[in-house]
Structure formats: structure tokens, C-alpha cells
């Protein structure tokens, strides 16, 4: 159309116009310019964008709203068109803060913006234009786990909306209450490759799935539900995004968990006339500010969930890891504590002839009502145990046959030298491998020295079912009760990086074994978030509970003895 100014129209009626008026042309609407890329161009066939650089014009319908700043500050865009290669994603994550506002889910979306890689994630940023052009629909994509016939695994569907119909297992939960984050997996849970013959790491890798909660921030106020590792959910629907590393799906609808893996109020009941058990108590100390409680009021929190897992243990004498090395103070004072719920004189702690110079000490508390020493308590001397076993022949109130229990707490896995026949060897056993060899081997040759009666090794070995101090172990002669007795499934005490294992081992001399009835392991801390423990740094207040759960990061052993004689 032809617009006259007004001086030009007065013009016109005086008769003194004879020029043709300048035409100006009425502005094209911002949707009437169209894409002049596909989602699936700027995502291409490989793990990076090849219009990296370049400025594109998308559309796609938004599936995802998460422009807060205090989210991930941006949206996700889908194209409800998809290409013909199934090698390509139809998905894309614009970086475009709370500016463009206006976006919400199911909006068709016109969006210009420059296609970059950001740390291994396809997106637009920046952005100059989100145009909202009416509306559209894109169903989630049902999706199973392992990725079938890719091998670049969930890249083909990065930043698409997914459906996963199919049982998905927790696995991990160590960060739910920092970053919001939980692993979960197809087919069941994940074990250490060193625990167990059978475990396919690369495969365990592509059945797996870390779920976040749409944001970045550290230790939210809001958390995604609070659930033990074991638990399952079906149907988990949510955005494949892309993050430290990581693919992460980011839910768009609340996820139900069954709980599959329930609390147990007490360990399952071992069969015997003696109840034995093994527990590393994660840094029970009293000198505050050291290792463990970090105030008064932590050191209380952690007390009272340390007493209320040795009441549900209620066994005869229970060997003990990580407690503070300063003489019997901190051992004592835990003594005190359960006898204060369970009756006076009802445990006794015995004294480590040598505790060694480590922070921490191996401990053993017994029941003098069911049990009496028999000689001196011992310990090693060998310069190769950082923390010295202690060592405790006891029998059955009244006589009968004796049992030797032998408390260990081997070299940890951390702290690795940087070369050496110590440093990490890449096999899967971490560093420290061969003094902890040394140590299993030693502990061989303390029991044939000492000549100890019907020998009972218990503790953290730190060291895996399948790993080369569990072997020692069991080529000198020694029976693991676990693999004896508690199913494969169960046959875990400690959780790293998603990966279920066994730490804390019980084994058995051969004239023992046959004394032992039954053993099992109770799941009170491996499985439980630390969000959960008696930290009061950034756990909610109203999670704790003064009960066993997340008493500790490992979980106690328990083994039933039938022994002839006494009462």
C-alpha cells in the first residue's frame, strides 16, 4: 500500500505535486522469516554440531522450560518433524536466560542463534531472536536402556524428550542432596568389576542413566525424592541434556520410586548361640573438629545413630573400624552410650595393646555376660600395618570351644602415590594394592605364629571380593562367610560411584567354618543418601532421625556361631 505524508497530500489538493510520493513498505512480521536450518542439520551425525560457528534459524516446539537462573537458564526445543536418519537428534537446548520470558512449553518457536559446542553439549547460545509462533506438540519418545545398535550411545537422541518404559534401579544417590542428582540403570543394579566374576564395565556404562533436576545449583531447598539405592521406577520421562560430562535427563513430570530394597528394622536373624559382628563406624571421634562430628551438636546426632545400629546389632561382640585413636576415650564413650539404652555392664571394651600412630584404631566390644576372654588381648607388631589388628580369643560363658577374632582395618584405597608398585595399576584394585597383599599375607602368618584357635578374620579389608587380598586370604586357607552364605545380590557393604561392593569381609579357619550357621549384611548405610547422616551442614533438619540409617558409609556384617559347651 501507498502511504502520501500529510505535506504531500496538501500538495496534491493545491495541485503542485507532480512528483510520485516515496512508497514505504510495511515491516515483515518476525515469523514470516523462517528457519534456514533443521534441528538435525545443526545436530548432525557425530558427537559435535557441524555448523559449529555459524548463526542458524531453527524451529521446533519447546519442550522444556528451564530459564531460570537458578535452572539452566534456557530451554529445549524439539523439531515435531523428524529427518530420516536415525543418527541424528531432532532436539536442541537454546541458552536464552529469563530475556525471552515469554517461552513456555508447547510453543512453536522460531530461534536464531549461534550453533557452538558447549563442554560436549550441542546448543544455541548466543541467542538474538526467540520468536513465539503459536503452538505445537511433541510426545516423548519411548527408550530403552542400553542404546541398541549406536555406538555413540545416547548422542543421537541428545536434548530430546524421552520416555523410558522399562524398570529403571537406583544405583546412586551419594549426590541427591547436593546437585540433585541420582543414577539409575536397566536390568539391575551396578557392582564393582574387582567384586564379582561376570560384570561387564563398558556394557554397565551404557545401561546406566544419571537423572539431575533441571538446575546447577549446589544443595537445593527442594530435592527430587529421597530414596535408597535399590529402589525402581518405571516410565521416567525427561530431556536428555548434557553436563559435566555427562549425559543427564533433566525430568519434565514427577518420578515414582518403589521401594524394592525396604529398610529392615534388624538384621536378618542369624542362626547360633553366638552372634558376632563387624562395623566401621566412619570416623567416631571425640575430640570434636578432627575427623567426624565437626560441632557438640554433630558429635551427639552421630552418637545417637551409632548406639541405635549396635542395639539393632545386639550382638555378643562386635568388632569395630575407624574410631579415634586416643586410648580408650572415644572407644569408652561409645561403650557408655549403648550400655546407657541397654542396660549398665552390658558391653565391655577391651584395650589395644598397640593401636599404632594412625588417627584412627581397629576396637573390639563384647557382652561379658555371653562371652569371657581367654588370654591376654594381642596384637601385631608388623611395621606393615599402619593400623595394627587386634586380636581376641573368647569362649562361651561356662566354657566350651574358643574362637579367635582378629580385627583388621587395611590400607585404604585413597591418598595414592603418583609411581611405584603402590600407585594405581589401572586393574580396577586401586592404589595401595600390594601392601594391602602384604597385610592379608601378614595376617596369614600372625594366625600360624600365634598358633590362634579356630581363627575368625573380620573388618574393612578395603579390598573387593575378587581383588588380589581376598585371594591371599582364601589360598591360605581361609573361607569367606558372605560368599557363603549371603545371596550375590545382597553381598554388598559400600557404594562408590554408582558401584555396589564389598568391603568388610568375615572369613572363617576350617575348623570354624563348620561352626558357622548363617552370616548376613545389613543394609543400613550403603544404600541410604548422606544426605541423611548426622552432618548438619546443608541437611535438611527434618531428614534426620536418630536411628541406624546413614549411622555410617559402610554396612555391618553379622555372623551366627553354634559352639559346643558353655552357656
Known sequence: MRVLSRAALAALVAGTLTATPAIAETAAAPCDTPADRRVAEVQGSGAASPLAGQTVRVEGVVTGDFQRTDQLSGFFLQDPNPDDDPGTSEGLFVFARESFKDVKVGDRVLVTGKAVEYNGW??????????????GNVAAQPYTLPPAGSADGLEPVENMLLTFPQPLTVDDNYNLGRFGEVTVSAHGRLYQPTDRPGVD???DLRRSLLIDDGSNRENPATLPPVTRAG???AGITGILGYGFGEYRLQPTRPIAYLDANPRTPRPFPVVGNVKVASFNTLNWFTTIGS????NANEQQRQLAKLVAALKGLDADAVALMEVENNGQTALQALVDAVNAEVGAGTYAALTHPYPGTDLIQVGLIYKPGKLTPVGETKASQDPVFSRPPLIQTFRRKGGGQPFTMIVNHLKSKGSCPADGPDADQGDGQSCWNPTRVKQAQTLLDVIGDQDLPNPLVL???NAYGEEDPIDTLEAGGLTSLTKRFVPE???????FDGLAGELDHAFAGKQLLKRVTSTTIWHINSDEPRIRDYNTEFNPPGLYQPDAYRSSDHDPVV??????GGH
Request: net charge neutral; proline share 8%.
Open 489 to 495: 545380590r545382597q553381598r554388598y557393604s559400600y557404594l
Open 231 to 233: 529402589a525402581v521406577a
Open 559 to 564: 555372623i551366627g556361631l553354634t559352639l559346643p
Open 122 to 135: 550441542t546448543e544455541l547460545s548466543p541467542v538474538t531472536a526467540v520468536d513465539v509462533c503459536g503452538t
Open 291 to 294: 575427623r567426624g562430628a565437626s
Open 201 to 203: 564395565p563398558a556394557q
Open 459 to 461: 573388618g574393612d579389608l
